[in-house]
């Protein structure tokens, strides 16, 4: 991140919570969560599965919305936005990356990063996109030519090229091996750093809170302690 502590907050969420059923099926997913977000900044959320984190990627990425509390995107009061203004929200400042890589099997590589560019504001050239995650060579490969650790940096090309002030990351080593991963985590980090892009990553691997700015963790939704990190390591550093 920056190291101008005053960087500006680009999330500010307080008391958000959500809730899904009702009556005796009512699931707390989310409970009175206050956080701001600065711009730039490298944030992991830390948690084993059912402690929120994805419902709060979900909420703060404009896929999901809180059943209470405020969300703030800059000078955008994200909570109570209809469908339409949180589909222009995640169209022109989310990039996102899953798990799994949700590309489309009969388009090439260079085909599914373009599809993206179609509907952003100010996209770079698809070209750079693939440059920056490594994949010049493999550009007119399909999915099924590619490794999974490949998948995956296809997957963080469609995610920047549209040039997004966040990048929203759900395990997006969780179904990769221990080298791959870290490739993964190279170009993550590599996002963040070279073009300032905010980036909140999701994970139960306590290992990846190291390259952090700041880790976040959660349980049985709430936010259970916040941590700065004075020495971020780099993703070749970690081990796990």
């Not at 830390?46 to 919305?65: A, C, E, F, R, Y």
Request: hydrophobic share 40%.
């Amino acid at each position: 991140m920056n190291d101008d502590v005053q960087a500006p907050v680009v999330f500010a969420a307080r008391g958000l919570s959500k809730t899904y059923g009702s009556g005796d099926t009512q699931v707390r997913a989310l409970v009175d969560v206050d956080l701001d977000i600065r711009r730039g900044e490298f944030v992991v959320l830390l948690g084993p599965s059912g402690s929120g984190k994805s419902t709060l990627l979900n909420i703060l990425g404009g896929l999901d919305v809180p059943s209470a509390g405020t969300l703030r995107f800059g000078d955008h009061e994200l909570t109570g936005a209809g469908e339409a203004e949180l589909t222009r929200f995640r169209r022109e400042h989310v990039g996102f990356v899953f798990q799994f890589y949700n590309l489309i099997p009969s388009l090439t590589v260079r085909e599914n990063v373009a599809l993206v560019t179609d509907i952003a504001v100010q996209p770079m050239p698809i070209d750079e996109a693939l440059a920056w995650v490594g994949l010049t060579e493999r550009r007119d490969h399909f999915p099924s030519q590619l490794s999974g650790g490949e998948q995956q940096r296809v997957a963080i090309a469609r995610a920047i090229v549209k040039q997004p002030e966040l990048l929203l990351c759900d395990e997006p080593t969780g179904a990769l091996d221990y080298a791959t991963g870290k490739r993964v985590l190279e170009v993550i980090a590599k996002v963040n750093a070279e073009l300032g892009t905010t980036a909140v990553v999701i994970t139960h691997n306590v290992a990846i809170a190291g390259m952090a700015d700041r880790v976040i963790r959660l349980g049985d939704g709430r936010i259970q302690s916040v941590a700065t990190n004075e020495h971020k390591l780099t993703p070749s550093e970690l081990s796990w």
